[in-house]
């Protein structure tokens, strides 16, 4: 039997994955390399299936547990975004400090 992974609550998962790629966020390569220091899942860019940003990012995301999810995403919190509205950057902030990992309240 494989071992599940314990990943962030799916709220999260879709605010990150909304904001970082689908509304302005990362272009596929730039997913690549922002999940290569993390996993290297995802392969080679361009991806032979040539899936859309945000099945890039879930993918990576997926690919990884809560205590590697949430320094990816606090890295892509760090960056500069000028197209993306400061409250839904807030609350992405807000949601991952809300529960640290393995401390997560059972949905």
């Known amino acids: 039997m494989p071992l599940e992974l314990q990943s962030l609550p799916m709220s999260v998962v879709e605010l990150a994955t909304d904001l970082f790629a689908r509304q302005y966020g990362l272009s596929g390569a730039e997913i690549h390399r922002v999940f290569a220091s993390y996993t290297d899942v995802l392969g080679t860019y361009p991806m032979a299936d040539k899936p859309s940003r945000w099945m890039i990012f879930r993918r990576g995301l ?3 547990d809560e205590d590697n ?5 606090a890295d892509l919190l760090d960056r500069e975004w000028p197209n993306l509205e400061s409250s839904d950057l807030d609350r992405l902030r807000q949601q991952l400090t809300a529960d640290p990992p393995g401390q997560r309240r059972e949905q």
Do not use: E
């Open 62 to 64: 997926d690919a990884l």
């Open 69 to 73: 999810q949430c320094p990816l995403l």
